[in-house]
C-alpha cells in the first residue's frame, strides 16, 4: 500500500522549455500518453485527487511538462499529451525535442508510465516514446486506460497482446488494465510508480520522505521540519498553467 505517497502530491511548477528543467537530482517518473488517453484522469486517481493534473484537452496549456512533488527529492511529471490532428507542424517539432531530450538524456528520471486507451494502444507516437525512452533500458509501464470501456475477457486479450508485442522489442515494459472510473488497476499502478521511485521496499516504512540509500543524500536535512526544498531556491519560476 502506497497510498501516503501519492496523497502529499504537492504541484510544484511547469516548464515549456528544457532550461527551465529543475536541476537533474532525486528521482522522477514520468507520464506520457496521447491526448484523451486519459493521462490526466490517471494521474488524478492515483494521487486520490480530483484536479492535481488539469483534466483538459486544451492544446496550449498542455504542451508544458507539470513538475509534482511527492516526497523529498520525489517526483511525478506530467509530460505534455501528443497527437493532436490539427497541431501545427512547428508545434509538433517542438514536442519532439522536448519530449525526446528529456526522455534520452534525463538522469532523475527513473521510469515511463505509458497511458494508452486499452481500445487503440501502440499507435506510432507511442511507439515513438518507447523507441526514445525504453532506449535508455530504464522501465516502462504501460497503463491501458479505460478498460471500463471494454469487457473483462476483451480487456485480458487485449493486455496480453499488447504485453506480447511490446515484449518482443522492448524487455522492460511492462503492461495493465486501468480505469480511473471504476479504479480497476489502481493498486497495481501505484505500486509500480512506487516501485520506480524506489520507494517501493518495506511497505510499512513506506513515509514518503525517506531517502534510500545513496540518493540525493544530502540535499534536505533528514531531521527537522519539512522546509522549501533548498534546490528550488534560484531556479526561475516556470510558467504556470493557465486555468
Ligand atoms: P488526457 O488528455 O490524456 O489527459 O485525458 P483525460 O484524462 O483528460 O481524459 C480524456 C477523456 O477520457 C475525458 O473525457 C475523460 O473523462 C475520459 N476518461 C478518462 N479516463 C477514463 C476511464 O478510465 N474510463 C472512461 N470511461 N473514461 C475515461
Same mark, same amino acid.
Given at each position: 500500500m502506497h497510498h501516503a505517497l501519492?496523497?502529499?502530491?504537492q504541484y510544484l511548477l511547469s516548464v515549456g522549455e528544457l532550461s527551465q528543467l529543475p536541476p537533474d537530482r532525486g528521482a522522477e517518473v514520468a507520464f506520457a500518453g496521447r491526448s484523451n488517453a486519459g493521462k490526466s484522469s490517471a494521474i488524478n486517481a492515483l494521487c486520490g485527487r480530483r484536479?492535481?493534473?488539469f483534466v483538459s484537452r486544451t492544446p496550449g496549456r498542455t504542451q508544458l511538462i507539470n513538475f509534482f512533488q511527492v516526497g523529498a527529492g520525489r517526483y511525478l511529471v506530467d509530460l505534455p499529451g501528443y497527437g493532436y490532428a490539427n497541431a501545427p507542424a512547428a508545434q509538433r517539432a517542438r514536442w519532439e525535442v522536448l519530449i525526446g531530450t528529456y526522455l534520452r538524456q534525463?538522469?532523475?528520471? /527513473?521510469?515511463l508510465i505509458l497511458v494508452m486507451d486499452a481500445r487503440h494502444p501502440l499507435t506510432p507516437l507511442d511507439r515513438r516514446m518507447l523507441d526514445w525512452f525504453?532506449?535508455?533500458?530504464?522501465?516502462?509501464h504501460a497503463l491501458l486506460s479505460k478498460a471500463d470501456k471494454l469487457s473483462r475477457q476483451a480487456g485480458q486479450r487485449q493486455r496480453m497482446e499488447s504485453q506480447e508485442a511490446l515484449s518482443r522489442l522492448y524487455?522492460?515494459?511492462?503492461v495493465q488494465l486501468f480505469s480511473?472510473?471504476?479504479?480497476?488497476g489502481l493498486e497495481e499502478a501505484r505500486e509500480a510508480v512506487a516501485r520506480m521511485l524506489e520507494m517501493g521496499k518495506g511497505a510499512e516504512g513506506d513515509a514518503p520522505d525517506a531517502t534510500p540509500e545513496g540518493v540525493e543524500s544530502n540535499r534536505e536535512? /533528514?531531521?527537522?521540519?519539512?522546509k522549501r526544498n533548498p534546490r528550488l531556491?534560484?531556479?526561475?519560476?516556470?510558467v504556470k498553467p493557465q486555468l
Open positions: 501519492f496523497t502529499r502530491v484536479g492535481i493534473a534525463r538522469q532523475a528520471l /527513473r521510469g525504453a532506449a535508455t533500458r530504464r522501465p516502462v524487455p522492460t515494459v511492462s480511473s472510473s471504476t479504479s480497476v536535512p /533528514r531531521s527537522g521540519p519539512r531556491k534560484g531556479i526561475k519560476p516556470g
